[in-house]
């Protein structure tokens, strides 16, 4: 039995390359028993070429893969639960069907998998389609029913690539709910997104990668704390952005209705203050740690 706090995925050097481009260049990390582990990125970093390496659909050209404290041939897959970020159902089985196939094939027994596979597409609104064709439902259900898929076996590891894509806030904040609740049960999870407000809310601990490589990587707490350098938060009335060209501010991030300042180590920030309330009618100000949003654009732009 793993404890909690112990490794459940250790990625160490993984490389990957594709026609003499290396689309995963020397990436390790550690994913502890009970986490929620962010694997951030923009487009092409190659995030799903490391958790198609996780999952064994590619192996990588060097480095080493443990799951489970055990080499990844040895894994049994019922183990975990993955869902892809190129979702696939077969479009002519009904839903219930597909669910219960997929049960079968991680090892529950027909009449388990039928069961709960109800359960949950009554908890997801999906009843009333049990009966109905995978092709039949609109894209935000299919996704549904693919999510069921890869929780039905309640695996130890989930590992969720974009889980969040395409669904509106009331679905996203329904799988939100059941991330959590696996985690509360110690469960481990791994999901790729592009929501850093879900990042930010949900994770324990985040890897953010580019252009192949890791950037930065720690507990979230952590990470922020190292960026957290004299933060600053405006929201105002009028033209701001002459803030971005003021001495002492070396980054702005602008939101419409809000802006996000990071000043010089040293920097003067009722300074900054005085010369903003002088040109602008200010209606919140407040120093602030950086929200992983602004760390992502930060170190993937440069800016």
Known sequence: MIMRNSPVVSLSSISKQYDGLKT????????KKGAIFGLLGP???GKTTTIRMIMRILYPDSGSIEIFGEPLAGVRKERIGYLPEERGLYRKMKVIDLLTFFGEIKSMRRKDASRKAAGWLERLGLAPFAGKKAEE???GMQQKVQFIATILHDPELIILDEPFAGLDPVNTNV????????????????FSTHMMEQVEKMCDEICLIDKGRKVLEGRLDEVKKRFGRNGVTL???GDGAFLKDL?????????????????????????????????????????????????????????
């Open 247 to 303: 001495p002492g501010v070396a980054s702005y991030s602008d939101y419409g209705n809000e802006v996000f300042l990071r000043l010089d180590e040293g920097a003067d920030a009722r300074a900054i203050l005085s010369e903003a309330a002088r040109r602008l009618d200010i209606t919140k100000y407040e120093l602030a740690d950086p929200s992983i949003h602004d760390i992502f654009i930060e170190q993937v732009s440069g800016k």
């Open 235 to 237: 929201r105002f009335s």
């Open 137 to 139: 439902l609109s894209k």
């Open 43 to 45: 487009n092409g970093a």
């Open 24 to 31: 995963v260049d020397e990436i390790s990390f550690v994913v």
């Open 175 to 190: 799988l939100k709910d059941i991330i959590l609740e696996f985690h509360r049960r110690e469960r481990t999870v791994i």
